[in-house]
């Protein structure tokens, strides 16, 4: 079954440990924070220090999408907080091979993301060292925007690709996702669906992340 990730970005940040709560108890498979620098993307979030201070709210695992212009300066201090996945763009100006292995050799999961513009193709030189491909279906930034259907063919390609070279890389899609555009990318393959103001429009977060799976 598809695993829901709620993005923290649409829920009320005067109360995140409340949020959270209710979060696990409708059944989150995961918790997504969503970091941005100002800089990757025209939007400025938090950093690693309030993932921490949730951290001791619950045991389900949290993933870093890191929208900054420097993941290797940044990544360990969220992996210090906590966060059991990190997000790295294929879009940074990274050596991202030896970013992926030095954050594989911590124990944690590695997932690359890729933006609506950007080909599959950039990131086929890592499918098999990832753990994750997350898909962004809206260009990063902002919640609450529509969903560009032109990415459901990324999907369905990599799906493909993973089948033919009988790899175990999960596929997350970002962006967007409501009960429509989910039933769309879970067809296409999708593993992994991020969800942020469809979840948190809804006073119960267990019927909505329900209508997600
Ligand atoms: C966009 C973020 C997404 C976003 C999802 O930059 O990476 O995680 O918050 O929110 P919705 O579901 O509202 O598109
Ligand atoms: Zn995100």
Redesign the pocket.
């Known amino acids: 079954m598809v695993k829901v990730s709620p993005?923290l970005?649409?829920a009320d940040f005067s109360n995140l440990k409340e949020e959270i709560k209710k979060l696990v108890e409708g059944g989150a498979d995961r918790i997504?924070f969503?970091i941005?620098d100002g800089h990757f993307?025209p939007?400025i979030t938090f950093g690693s220090i309030v993932l921490k201070s949730l951290r001791k709210f619950t045991d389900i695992p949290f993933e870093a999408?890191l929208?900054i212009t420097d993941p290797d300066k940044y990544w360990k201090d969220f992996l210090d907080a906590g966060a059991d996945i990190i997000g790295i763009h294929i879009e940074c100006d990274v050596d991202h091979k030896s970013l992926i292995e030095k954050i594989k050799s911590s124990g944690k999961r590695v997932s690359i993301v890729l933006n609506p513009p950007t080909e599959i193709e950039k990131v086929y030189p890592f499918v098999g060292i990832v753990d994750e491909i997350l898909i962004?279906s809206?260009?990063?930034?902002?919640?609450?925007?529509k969903?560009i259907p032109d990415v459901v063919p990324k999907i369905e390609r990599l799906s493909k690709l993973r089948e033919e070279k009988s790899l175990n890389f999960l596929i997350g899609v970002?962006?967007?996702?409501n009960e429509e555009t989910a039933k769309v990318v879970k067809k296409a393959g999708a593993d992994i669906l991020?969800?942020?103001?469809?979840?948190f429009k809804g006073k119960d977060y267990k019927e909505r992340i329900g209508r997600l799976k």
């Open positions: 993005s970005l649409s997504h969503d941005m993307v939007n999408h929208m962004m809206v260009n990063p930034g902002f919640g609450g925007q969903f970002d962006g967007g996702i991020v969800a942020g103001s469809f979840i």
